[in-house]
């Protein structure tokens, strides 16, 4: 597929909607506003990776990590794999364009219906029936799917007979991946996923349904320009609209010329994720811009965390193997092809899904020295990378858990950082209750539980996610909230009444969960950003739809392989 991005020289000084950020709701957003006609640009702090362009061995990965802590700051900050180490809590987010979409495992699950049953959404979010429509638009565009095949993998099989250690057997979980070659409703040809396990570390087949390759290949058929290496910093009021102000990403120290720069818009919609979001409109309330004092409040892990058996008695082929493939013959199947669903009718906090996952295969030179005593030197030695393939390594269970949590978190800025302040997230029962049922699935696989392989490391006992929600929280109004139902963002100006919001400024991402979603968050991030595009069309009289571009199947038909990133006629 040809690169969607452009160079930030040709940023034009004015457009009708600048989106921030790329993930599923910048991408959304772009799709939605360029099909409504709409001038649109989208700045994007990361790079643009094409299909081919992962990272598929460990001196390649060592190169696409980003590590931030408080006395900390190393790798680029275009890294794709973006780590910040926190006092009480670690986070993992994607950097790149197309967001959290290029490294995560694409399982795609709608939240248990008591979830927007709780009082702590708007009313209206559950009450109109726009909610529903987003989960079926973003069905449409992302299309969930079940593995064929998903019974017949190792892992699958592995869970399966540990599950009797809870009483609940796996089904197949749906997932972001086209197990056919299809052409996408983007009209992106996409062959069929190879099962080769490297999905979070980027689908170097182009089989994994990323925004990069639906959403945003769409808004750019449709007019809207792409510009990767611009890390918005702040935003502020300007007449007639807003003015973005960035960091270019792109110049080196010998470049002349700013190294910061600025864009007007008449609408902005922040998309930057969970901590980029918060971040901005932080940095912009410190310079004067009124907003609710529940910004950055709210911050949820999603009871998420990611935990290892080790030595269980039989293979379970758990480590990718890559594109092309490292060892032949290893089918390793999707990062996740099934789950355990545990649903409380009683109280819903103690719900949870457990899904079986895989490692991405440049990480496999790594596992000796995380799991084996001295393993660092035994690291070195092994590292043939097929020697993870075999042995004990063959049978490492990685599994992936997610549940509730209390969302009490905050973000805060600290010497223009952002940092996770979240004291007693380490007690939250959710981790306890997540331990006691991994623990007894490894048991049953006669293995041992490993809750955190860098334990010993920097990384040490705080929690660690890759779900990070919240921070600009859905309310009804600014005492409750930072956004409104349709993630417009609150006024909280002298005089201003408790539900104004501040015309044309728009969150749309996972930062506007005001809880914990007790599954993973990329269906209903997707859902609610198409939802928050119908209210904005129907605001504003703006039409659009989300038809496919059926005519791409027809060229693809005709000559395969051929794509179809051509403008609109
Ligand atoms: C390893 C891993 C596995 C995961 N697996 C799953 C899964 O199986 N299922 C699931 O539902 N979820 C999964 N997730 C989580 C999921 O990917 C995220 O919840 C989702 O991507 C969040 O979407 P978003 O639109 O809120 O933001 P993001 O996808 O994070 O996108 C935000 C974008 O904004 C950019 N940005 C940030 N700051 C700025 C700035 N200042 N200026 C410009 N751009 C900026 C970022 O680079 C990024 O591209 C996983 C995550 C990881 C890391
Ligand atoms: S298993 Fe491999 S081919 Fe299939 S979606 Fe994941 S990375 Fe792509």
Same mark, same amino acid.
């Given at each position: 597929m040809a690169r969607?991005?452009?160079?930030?020289?040709?940023?034009?000084?004015?457009?009708?909607?600048?989106?921030?950020?790329?993930?599923?709701?910048?991408?959304?957003?772009?799709?939605?506003?360029?099909?409504?006609?709409?001038?649109?640009?989208?700045?994007?702090?990361?790079?643009?990776?094409?299909?081919?362009?992962? +990272?598929?061995?460990? +001196?390649?990965?060592?190169?696409?990590?980003?590590?931030?802590?408080?006395?900390?700051?190393?790798?680029?900050?275009?890294?794709?794999?973006?780590?910040?180490?926190?006092?009480?809590?670690?986070?993992?987010?994607?950097?790149?364009?197309?967001?959290?979409?290029?490294?995560?495992?694409?399982?795609?699950?709608?939240?248990?219906?008591?979830?927007?049953?709780?009082?702590?959404?708007?009313?209206?979010?559950?009450?109109?029936?726009?909610?529903?429509?987003?989960?079926?638009?973003?069905?449409?565009?992302?299309?969930?799917?079940?593995?064929?095949?998903?019974?017949?993998?190792?892992?699958?099989?592995?869970?399966?007979?540990?599950?009797?250690?809870?009483?609940?057997?796996?089904?197949?979980? +749906?997932?972001?991946?086209?197990?056919?070659?299809?052409?996408n409703p983007a009209g992106v040809a996409q062959p069929a996923c190879s099962r080769c396990g490297d999905c979070c570390g980027g689908c170097n087949l182009g089989a994994?349904?990323?925004?990069?390759?639906?959403?945003? +290949?769409?808004?750019?058929?449709?007019?809207?320009?792409?510009?990767?290496?611009?890390?918005?910093?702040?935003?502020?009021?300007?007449?007639?609209?807003?003015?973005?102000?960035?960091?270019?990403?792109?110049?080196?120290?010998?470049?002349?010329?700013?190294?910061?720069?600025?864009?007007?818009?008449?609408?902005?919609?922040?998309?930057?994720?969970?901590?980029?979001?918060?971040?901005?409109?932080?940095?912009?309330?410190?310079?004067?811009?009124?907003?609710?004092?529940?910004?950055?409040?709210?911050?949820s892990a999603n009871g998420d965390i990611i935990a290892f058996g080790y030595g269980a008695k039989l293979p379970v082929n758990a480590i990718g193997v890559g594109h092309p493939a490292k060892v032949e013959g290893l089918d390793v199947g999707a990062c996740v092809s099934g789950q355990i669903e545990i649903v409380d009718e009683h109280d819903l906090a103690n719900s949870l899904t457990i899904q079986e996952g895989v490692l991405p295969s440049a990480l496999a030179p790594l596992l000796p020295a995380l799991f084996i005593p001295n393993g660092r030197l035994i690291g070195a030695l092994k590292s043939l990378i097929a020697g993870v393939y075999r042995g004990p390594f063959a049978s490492l269970q990685t599994f992936f858990a997610v549940s509730h949590d209390s969302a009490s978190g905050r973000l805060v800025l600290e010497d223009d950082r952002l940092v996770l302040s979240w004291p007693g997230a380490r007690d939250e029962p959710v981790y306890a209750r997540l331990d006691a049922a991994l623990a007894a699935l490894v048991g049953e696989a006669g293995g041992s539980y490993v809750k955190n392989p860098l334990a010993g490391t920097m990384m040490g006992q705080q929690p660690a996610t890759a779900h990070p929600l919240g921070g600009c929280g859905m309310g009804r109004e600014r005492r409750d909230g930072v956004v409104d139902h349709k993630c417009r963002v609150f006024d909280a100006s002298p005089g201003a009444g408790a539900a104004a919001v501040h015309e044309g400024l728009y969150v749309i991402d996972g930062a506007v969960m005001p809880r914990s979603l007790g599954v993973n968050p990329l269906l209903t991030i997707t859902a609610l950003a198409e939802r928050a595009m119908l209210h904005l069309g129907a605001d504003f009289g703006l039409t659009f739809n989300d038809a496919a571009r059926h005519w791409a199947a027809a060229i693809a038909a005709t000559a395969p392989g051929v794509e179809s990133i051509a403008p609109e006629h």
């Amino acid at each position: 597929m040809a690169r969607l991005a452009r160079s930030l020289d040709g940023l034009k000084p004015h457009y009708d909607v600048v989106v921030v950020g790329s993930g599923y709701g910048g991408g959304v957003a772009a799709s939605r506003l360029a099909r409504a006609g709409k001038r649109v640009a989208v700045l994007e702090r990361g790079r643009e990776f094409l299909t081919g362009e992962f +990272p598929s061995r460990f +001196p390649d990965l060592r190169g696409e990590m980003q590590l931030t802590g408080k006395r900390l700051r190393v790798g680029s900050p275009t890294g794709l794999y973006d780590v910040r180490f926190g006092e009480d809590m670690h986070v993992l987010i994607g950097c790149g364009l197309g967001g959290g979409s290029l490294i995560n495992a694409g399982v795609a699950l709608r939240p248990d219906d008591r979830v927007f049953r709780d009082p702590v959404w708007p009313d209206a979010v559950a009450r109109d029936e726009w909610l529903d429509e987003g989960y079926a638009r973003a069905a449409r565009w992302l299309r969930p799917a079940l593995d064929p095949k998903a019974t017949e993998q190792r892992k699958y099989l592995a869970l399966k007979r540990a599950s009797v250690a809870l009483g609940q057997a796996p089904v197949p979980a +749906p997932s972001l991946v086209s197990f056919a070659a299809t052409v996408n409703p983007a009209g992106v040809a996409q062959p069929a996923c190879s099962r080769c396990g490297d999905c979070c570390g980027g689908c170097n087949l182009g089989a994994k349904n990323t925004v990069a390759l639906t959403y945003l +290949p769409d808004a750019v058929r449709h007019g809207a320009e792409i510009f990767t290496h611009a890390k918005a910093s702040h935003l502020a009021r300007a007449p007639g609209g807003w003015r973005i102000h960035f960091e270019r990403q792109d110049r080196s120290t010998s470049d002349v010329g700013p190294g910061t720069a600025s864009v007007a818009a008449d609408v902005v919609v922040l998309a930057a994720g969970t901590l980029g979001s918060t971040e901005i409109l932080l940095r912009s309330r410190e310079r004067g811009l009124p907003l609710s004092d529940r910004l950055g409040r709210g911050f949820s892990a999603n009871g998420d965390i990611i935990a290892f058996g080790y030595g269980a008695k039989l293979p379970v082929n758990a480590i990718g193997v890559g594109h092309p493939a490292k060892v032949e013959g290893l089918d390793v199947g999707a990062c996740v092809s099934g789950q355990i669903e545990i649903v409380d009718e009683h109280d819903l906090a103690n719900s949870l899904t457990i899904q079986e996952g895989v490692l991405p295969s440049a990480l496999a030179p790594l596992l000796p020295a995380l799991f084996i005593p001295n393993g660092r030197l035994i690291g070195a030695l092994k590292s043939l990378i097929a020697g993870v393939y075999r042995g004990p390594f063959a049978s490492l269970q990685t599994f992936f858990a997610v549940s509730h949590d209390s969302a009490s978190g905050r973000l805060v800025l600290e010497d223009d950082r952002l940092v996770l302040s979240w004291p007693g997230a380490r007690d939250e029962p959710v981790y306890a209750r997540l331990d006691a049922a991994l623990a007894a699935l490894v048991g049953e696989a006669g293995g041992s539980y490993v809750k955190n392989p860098l334990a010993g490391t920097m990384m040490g006992q705080q929690p660690a996610t890759a779900h990070p929600l919240g921070g600009c929280g859905m309310g009804r109004e600014r005492r409750d909230g930072v956004v409104d139902h349709k993630c417009r963002v609150f006024d909280a100006s002298p005089g201003a009444g408790a539900a104004a919001v501040h015309e044309g400024l728009y969150v749309i991402d996972g930062a506007v969960m005001p809880r914990s979603l007790g599954v993973n968050p990329l269906l209903t991030i997707t859902a609610l950003a198409e939802r928050a595009m119908l209210h904005l069309g129907a605001d504003f009289g703006l039409t659009f739809n989300d038809a496919a571009r059926h005519w791409a199947a027809a060229i693809a038909a005709t000559a395969p392989g051929v794509e179809s990133i051509a403008p609109e006629h």
